[in-house]
């Protein structure tokens, strides 16, 4: 299969920065009016990390104009935002392990107006990989490479934490993601994946390791999705331009969307470097929601080490829709308009696209 570029090139709009882009999330929004996104900074000359709120102009082109700011203690490592009883807030996680809640001004979301926090070395030896928050629910996930996997439980004035497991070490793990308020997901080396449940302590209940293609078992998964719809499918992305869906009714085979096959079977991939990012593409599903079949595994967006922002799709070929000389190292879907999209360029540039 060939890559083939946008039928309609989607409108670009980059916006140059003064310091290291880590990550991007867009705010949900209290009005419809509302444009908000918060983004993670590094400025490498004063060694110094921060979230920023910017609001997003509806013209055209939009425009991006900082709001507020939180100084963080150390680099973000992870970041995800939600709301509470239509109030926005962004949870942020630290290479230094701690972990941070900023909530926005009620009357107000594009300034942030409280933080809680949960100070280093408590969840984690060393920094925490990734975090999740639980649809309208005040749950987030914590992972770490230190096989610690915890639940913090969001309060109006702190943050308190549970122990769900402790590999001692003996696993590592990279990514996760809730897919119901009792179940949820891990990922980690060797492409493995894990299924947890709540209700059931004590391990995973299910377990995958990617040992289709033996001369790839040393990638890493940097980033999984669970689509509400069908949470019993797992979308995963990471090393060498890897990308596979992970279905639980069948766990040992994994299908592969990008990058790794058996033989010549393999996928073909729009990137051949790491999947920093992966997550379902609602708009895209939208679009063909006539030709979606039950079985099938919804189309999916994905960035790339080497520059790439692209949709790949079970049985299709990937569309790519920019290819840029840096890495792209984060991206977000709106949930309130699919079609527009905001990612993080490496070299210091953050991009607004628009596919509609």
Known sequence: MAITSHPQPPQIQRFPQSKYIDAVRWLPPVTALDRFAAIAFFDSDSDTSSVEIYSIGSNNPPNLAPQSSWVSPSRVSSL????????????AATFSSSLHVLFSDPMDASS??????????VLHEGPISCIDLMDGELECLTVGEDGKINVVSIGVSNLNHRRVFDSSGLVSYT????????????????FSLQWWDQRKPGGAVSQFKGDWAQRRTSGIVHSIDIHPSRKHTCLAGGSLGT????????????????GVGTGDAGAHSPSESEVWEVQYDRYATSVNM?????????????CSEDGILAVIEQGEEPLELVAEPCAINSFDIDRQNPSDVICSLEWESIAVLSRS
Request: zero cysteines; aromatic letters at 10%.
């Open 80 to 91: 995800k935002a939600s709301q509470s009883q239509h109030r926005p807030f962004v949870a």
């Open 112 to 121: 942030l107006e409280s933080e809680i926090s949960i100070p280093g070395k």
């Open 175 to 190: 990514a996760t993601k809730w897919a119901s308020p009792a179940e949820f997901a891990t990922a980690g080396y060797g």
């Open 243 to 258: 990308v596979f869906a992970w279905d639980l009714r069948w766990p040992q085979q994994p299908i592969i969307l990008s």
């Open 290 to 302: 006539g030709n979606s079949s039950s079985s099938k595994i919804l189309p999916a967006m994905i």
